[in-house]
C-alpha cells in the first residue's frame, strides 16, 4: 500500500520525500523547493498556528479568573479586582508575544510559553 502526503492540491509520494516527524504544524505543510525531498513547514502559517494553541489554551485560564475576579468584585477587594484584570490582560497579550514573530525554526516556536503554569501543545 502506498502512503500519500497531501499539501495544498497536490499528492506527494511518502516515500520520496522526508516528511516532518513532528505534525504539531501539519497545516503549515508546505511543498518541497525544487532542488530538495525534504517537505518544508512554511513559519507564517506555523506562527498563526501556534497562536490559535496558545488561544485555545488560555480559555480555561480565562474562565478561572473570571470566577476569582467575581469573588473579589463580591468582596469589595479592590487590590485583588486590580491584580486579576492585569493578568487577564497578560492572557490577551499572550498570542502577540514576540517570542512567536522572532521564531525562526517549529522547534523555537514551541518553545514559546507565554501562559504561567500553562503548557501549549
Known amino acids: 500500500m502506498t ?16 516528511v516532518p516527524a513532528d505534525r504539531t504544524f501539519r497545516n ?14 512554511d ?11 496558545i488561544r485555545a489554551a488560555r480559555k480555561t ?25 492585569a493578568q487577564k490582560q497578560a492572557l490577551r497579550d499572550a498570542p502577540t508575544n514576540s517570542g512567536i514573530a522572532l521564531a525562526t525554526t517549529p522547534d523555537e516556536l514551541k518553545a514559546v510559553q507565554p501562559i504561567p503554569n500553562v503548557t501549549v501543545v
Open 3 to 18: 502512503t500519500f502526503v497531501k499539501i495544498g492540491a497536490t499528492s506527494y509520494k511518502a516515500a520520496d520525500y522526508t
Open 28 to 41: 503549515a505543510w508546505s511543498a518541497p523547493a525544487t532542488d530538495t525531498t525534504v517537505i518544508q513547514i
Open 43 to 53: 513559519m507564517v502559517a506555523a506562527r498563526k498556528i501556534w497562536q490559535d494553541k
Open 61 to 85: 485560564e480565562f474562565e478561572k479568573l473570571d470566577t476569582l475576579y467575581m469573588r473579589a468584585l463580591e468582596a469589595g477587594n479592590t487590590s485583588d479586582q486590580a491584580a486579576i484584570v
